[in-house]
């Protein structure tokens, strides 16, 4: 904001938001705006500025409501958005269809685990170790600067081996000996590819459907669409867990899991890996929890009055930030105090499941926000991205995130959340068959290939044992059933009975939809 | 395993019922299957508003009827009906339906109506009559209402969730697909108390989200009147199998959680005459695990 940049301009047709340099505001000074339009009457142009945005709009009529309770400041409740008039702006709230999934939980594998030695199996390529591979399959793609320069693109087959598992008979690598025993309930699909080979911009794409930033999260838009469950705790809850080992290690940003344009209270909350998930949520020492009530209700009337006059979205944002802090208080000591986990818990998910910020404490985390009521809760695990010494390195991922992974899909099942909880496993993009750097039979590399790369979902609705999608003999392009991340974004919103092509906000001109404006399928084949 | 009693007797029930049954339109491969590709995709200029060539597909009458073309449905020949052919020519071609560039029918809809006239185009064919035709997208959920309409109680859903701290969230666009009880945000709010207040919406509620509550056997009394209720979950409360029995009622209850709950094998044979019950959880009981879908392990 450039503050004061229209303080030439004659008084009567000044925009008022401009002589305060305290407010934020689109508007708030730049040129040209609406007040310098000439011929318009001075009374038009203040009307514009009440109905500045549509949220202020809803803002105006809740007011008229007399402010009765913020938690139901947009009316989160069905019956009650329907009960009073309908509210201009305000998102659907409501399933377009009776929903499978009430909520689902994203193991994201940061870096981008290798399909060859998880999910793809290939075992046709242990007879062409070290052979070329031939120039028709790589078709001329650009390669990425890691590799381009390699003389030779030796095919490296998967050190580890694969065996049947489960009543579908699907191979499951030996590097998952535990996911292995919940094989019959996972759907891999095989045949995903996406438009970035750069960790950052195809992290956003999976996450936000779009590889610039700025977009909302997936979590996001369902906390749109869909309001809460539990307005004791966020909708949207975000977690990065400890590595074991780090090498390639690619920054996390909280563009992964902002809400866009949308109202930053759908933003995911990051709970923290230490004792404390959240910071301060305590109250300073002598301040009683009645005094913290009366200074949230003294700041918010402040922000209400600020609101009021400027109609700033942000302010209401703040205001139901500091109520949900308030909530938290209550709420997320109770959600982080494990100590009444049965001991079939911690034979489950593992002894590091009680040391905070593993990925076996994370699991154990999102089975507790599910039984919350939390809708969207998404786990990073970073440090999958092997250009080099591949088959060590795998090893130690695997090692420390099959048993979490295996105990939540078991944890979820043998509680009945399983049905209406969907399970989701995969990183950014796929790796290459050729090894980066030199190939020895104990030790190789991949580079970045977004062309294929698999992923598993289970529950919440989607057909478990199945197998979706083919690649070649190399795995590196596809042969049957393509799906793109937009069909994944898409048939993830119809599990939770949202219409991907409906779910929309007007943004810049824009219906803005997670799935964007290229063609998106729901991938019904997946769905139970 | 606890074996499915109810199963055993389900086998004559269900003969009788299909003799009784078998010409009710929604069992019906036309109605099934058929009908909803030709309301997806045809309707629009095919229907009670539109009639492009004199043709509605809006019903079965109408699309035997046929257009000003004639007949559209050779029974049996699926080459010689143009409600067939003209959704399979090249989509260049100027006969090609749906005209004006509108999303043509997908490979397992036009496999569907290829079937369906192969096998004789009937409206009163059941469902399991026609063999190999591909699952649809969208599977349609049945069109039945799950529970009445909630809109006319709308101000007494919103007087109960402000008076009982709890809400009753419609489950979608759908007015008939029922309620939600959900308690999540304060589960210690609610109560046998709160259950049986209730009472002027039970029927509206298909879902009863009690985890964590306050609800004792008693409120199961108040729960037996939720007619409409498929989906209970009990887990963590301090009901017992004693009052399990007071869910005898439920007819259409489909899925019973009661995890953590203080039930055993006692409780859980109490369920066995629930008809509709296909799933149930005792995880952290003293009850045996039971099979999730007794169908299934029946087999």
């Known amino acids: ?528 | 395993m606890t074996s499915w009693p109810n199963f055993r007797h389900a086998v004559p029930a269900l003969a009788v019922l299909a003799a009784v049954v078998a010409a009710r339109a929604e069992d019906t491969f036309y109605a099934q299957r058929v009908a909803p590709i030709l309301e997806q995709k045809c309707v629009t200029c095919h229907g009670e508003k539109k009639q492009k060539g004199k043709l509605r597909l809006d019903s079965f009458a109408q699309l035997m009827r046929g257009g000003e073309g004639g007949g559209v449905v050779q029974a049996g020949e699926a080459k010689d009906s143009a409600l067939f052919v003209r959704v399979t020519l090249h989509p260049e071609d100027e006969d090609f339906m749906p005209a004006d560039s509108k999303p043509p029918l997908t490979p397992d809809e036009v496999k569907v109506l290829e079937l369906w006239i192969a096998a004789g185009a009937s409206e009163t064919a059941p469902l399991s009559s026609i063999q190999g035709a591909p699952a649809l997208a969208a599977p349609k959920a049945p069109m039945v209402a799950l529970a009445p309409d909630w809109r006319p109680r709308a101000a007494q859903i919103a007087q109960l969730e402000k008076a009982l701290g709890l809400r009753l969230v419609a489950r979608s666009h759908l007015p008939t697909d029922g309620l939600v009880l959900r308690t999540a945000g304060a589960p210690g709010r609610c109560d046998d108390a709160a259950l049986a207040q209730l009472a002027p919406v039970a029927d509206l509620i298909v879902e009863a989200e009690l985890a964590r509550t306050k609800i004792t056997d008693a409120g199961l009394v108040s729960l037996a009147t939720f007619s409409n209720l498929r989906a209970l979950d009990l887990t963590r409360t301090a009901v017992t199998s004693g009052g399990l029995g007071n869910l005898a009622p439920l007819g259409k209850l489909e899925s019973l959680n009661l995890t953590s709950t203080g039930v055993d094998d006692a409780g859980v044979a109490r369920l066995k005459d629930l008809p509709a019950l296909r799933k149930t959880w005792v995880f952290d009981t003293r009850a045996a695990a039971v099979a999730e879908d007794p169908a299934a392990s029946a087999k």
């Open chain 1, 1 to 528: 904001m450039k503050p004061g940049g229209l303080k030439s301009a004659p008084p009567q047709t000044m925009n008022p938001l401009s002589t305060d340099h305290h407010l934020c505001s689109d508007h708030g000074g730049e040129h040209p705006t609406v007040w310098d339009l000439p011929h318009v009457p001075h009374g038009l142009k203040r009307e514009w500025l009440g109905l500045e945005t549509r949220r202020h709009f809803l803002g105006q009529g809740v007011k008229a409501l007399g402010w009765a309770g913020l938690a139901t400041l947009l009316g989160r409740s069905a019956p009650n958005l329907l009960a009073n008039a309908p509210i201009p702006g305000a998102p659907a709230m409501l399933p377009h269809f009776a929903p499978k999934a009430k909520r689902a939980i994203y193991l994201f594998m940061a870096g981008s685990p290798s399909q060859f030695e998880t999910w793809d199996h290939k075992p046709a390529l242990a007879d062409l170790f070290d052979k070329d591979l031939p120039e028709s399959v790589r078709g001329g793609q650009t390669l990425t600067g890691m590799t381009a320069s390699q003389t030779r693109f030796p095919i490296a087959p998967s050190i580890y081996k694969f065996a049947r598992h489960g009543k579908a008979g699907r191979f499951v690598s030996e590097l998952f000996p535990y996911t292995a025993r919940v094989s019959d309930e996972l759907c891999v699909i095989k045949s995903l590819h996406t438009d970035a080979i750069n960790h950052e911009p195809a992290i956003l794409q999976l996450t936000t459907g779009n590889m610039f930033p700025g977009k909302p999260s997936i979590g996001s838009w369902l906390s749109y669409g869909l309001g809460a469950m539990n307005e004791e705790l966020p909708t949207f809850v975000v977690m990065t867990s400890k590595m074991p080992h780090r090498t390639n290690v690619q920054a996390l940003s909280n563009r992964l899991w902002s809400s866009g344009f949308l109202s930053p209270e759908h933003a995911a909350v990051a709970l923290r890996s230490g004792s404390d998930p959240v910071l301060y949520l305590n109250n300073p020492k002598g301040v009683a929890s009645d005094v913290r009530r009366a200074m949230i209700d003294g700041v918010n009337d402040l922000n209400r009055q600020l609101f009021e006059r400027v109609g700033d979205p942000e302010i209401n944002a703040r205001i139901s930030q500091y109520e949900m802090a308030f909530r938290m208080q209550t709420s997320v000591p109770e959600l982080a105090d494990f100590s009444n986990e049965p001991q079939s818990t911690w034979d489950l998910y593992g002894p590091r499941a009680k040391e905070p910020g593993t990925f076996a404490y994370n699991c154990l985390m999102a089975r507790r926000l599910a039984e919350r009521g939390v809708r969207f809760t998404q786990i990073f695990l970073r440090s999958w991205d092997q250009h080099s010494r591949l088959p060590t390195n795998i090893k130690l991922m695997a090692e420390d995130s099959d048993q979490p992974t295996y105990a939540l899909v078991t944890d979820l099942k043998r509680r009945g959340l399983l049905d209406d909880t969907v399970v989701i496993w995969g990183g950014e993009f796929g790796r290459t068959v050729y090894s980066q750097g030199t190939l020895t039979p104990e030790n190789y590399g991949r580079d970045h290939h977004p062309r294929c790369f698999s992923m598993w979902m289970a529950g919440g609705g989607v057909k478990p044992g199945l197998s979706y999608g083919e690649t070649d003999d190399f795995s590196y392009n596809i042969v049957k059933d393509p799906m793109h991340i937009r069909d994944l974004h898409a048939t993830i919103l119809h599990l939770f009975g949202l219409d991907h092509s409906k779910l929309s906000f007007k943004f810049q001109g824009l219906d803005q939809k997670l799935t964007g404006v290229l063609p998106s399928k729901v991938i019904h084949d997946l769905l139970a």
